[in-house]
């Protein structure tokens, strides 16, 4: 059992998984502020073509 207890092989694993886990949790949070601002923009722009109509 002390053998089991002290057995590091898949701490390795389980750090890298954290780590992809926290970079797409930004990935997704970078793409849906991106997102938010592009479609900000470019309502503002279609606005913009449509009163100089």
Same mark, same amino acid.
């Given at each position: 059992?002390?053998?089991?207890?002290?057995?590091?092989?898949?701490?390795?694993?389980?750090?890298? @998984?954290?780590?992809?886990?926290?970079?797409?949790?930004? =990935?997704?949070?970078?793409? $849906? *502020?991106? @997102?938010?601002?592009?479609?900000?923009?470019?309502?503002? =722009?279609?606005?913009?073509? $449509? *009163?100089?109509?």
């Amino acid at each position: 059992m002390k053998n089991f207890w002290n057995n590091e092989e898949g701490q390795g694993m389980v750090e890298y @998984g954290l780590i992809i886990a926290l970079v797409a949790v930004v =990935v997704i949070v970078g793409i $849906t *502020l991106i @997102g938010k601002n592009a479609n900000n923009l470019f309502s503002g =722009v279609a606005g913009k073509l $449509t *009163l100089g109509s």
